[in-house]
């Protein structure tokens, strides 16, 4: 079983839509909980940190985590054209574990939102 | 906004060769990253580098590889003998020293091997 999973995509969706990213994972020991976005040719760049269970909203943006369900969730309002990228949701462990720097990522899904 | 430098965007070298992927780190940042991403593939931790020693290796991370930072601003990962599957974009990224601070990623280098 993969560490993260991640549905590929593509996921086209007109403006103005509510887009809904979603990531599951096996590995209990991640505890923080990221969303980056990548534009093509750029590198990833942090949209949402959290590492509690719940919500946390920033703008149109709100990043949803279930630890129980192993489930993270980022989801979109009011989509816009500008909103179009690769959506990659990262994750990495507690503090005191041998791998707490390193971030694990999901394989991305590349978002499209028409006009 | 500080952002994470990298140089060259794009570099292309025979197989065999060593190469020098270069960074400059946000300036107040402490730990210093650099991942990898295969076309097509996930983005894949490399090492982790802090007060000027690896804190954190994958099993990428073999003796082909080495990490420095030659002086206060630059952080370079260096790549022995390179080989064909070493053809990948190589993200550079750093972050405050804290446990939690997230991690900012620069625009990467394509590294070619033909």
């Known amino acids: 079983q993969k560490e993260v999973e991640q549905d590929p995509g593509p996921l086209s969706v007109p403006e103005g839509a509510i887009v809904s990213l979603n990531c599951t994972y096996s590995?209990?020991?991640?505890?923080?909980f990221m969303w980056y976005r990548q534009y093509s040719r750029k590198g990833p760049e942090l949209l949402m940190y959290?590492?509690?269970?719940g919500n946390k909203e920033d703008g149109r943006f709100t990043a949803q985590v279930d630890k129980s369900s192993k489930y993270i969730s980022l989801f979109i309002r009011d989509s816009q054209p500008s909103d179009s990228a690769t959506y990659l949701c990262?994750?990495?462990?507690?503090?005191?574990?041998?791998?707490?720097?390193?971030?694990?990522f999901g394989s991305g899904t590349q978002l499209t939102v028409l006009p | 906004e500080p952002e994470v430098t990298q140089t060259p965007s794009h570099q292309v070298t025979q197989m065999g060769q060593e190469v020098i992927l270069r960074c400059v780190p946000i300036?107040?940042?402490?730990?210093f990253y650099w991942y990898r991403q295969i076309l097509g593939q996930k983005v894949e931790f490399l090492v982790s580098f802090y007060n000027n020693e690896i804190s954190e290796k994958s099993e990428i991370f073999d003796d082909q590889f080495s990490v420095e930072r030659p002086d206060g601003s630059n952080f370079t990962l260096k790549i022995r003998s390179t080989k064909l599957e070493d053809s990948a974009m190589y993200f550079c990224?750093?972050?405050?020293?804290?446990?939690?601070?997230?991690?900012?990623f620069g625009d990467g280098t394509r590294l070619s091997i033909l």
């Open positions: 990262a994750m990495k462990s507690t503090p005191f574990s041998g791998s707490a720097r390193q971030l694990t």
């Open positions: 300036s107040n940042h402490l730990y």
């Open positions: 959290t590492y509690s269970s």
């Open positions: 590995n209990s020991a991640f505890q923080y």
């Open positions: 990224a750093s972050s405050e020293a804290g446990r939690n601070q997230p991690q900012h």
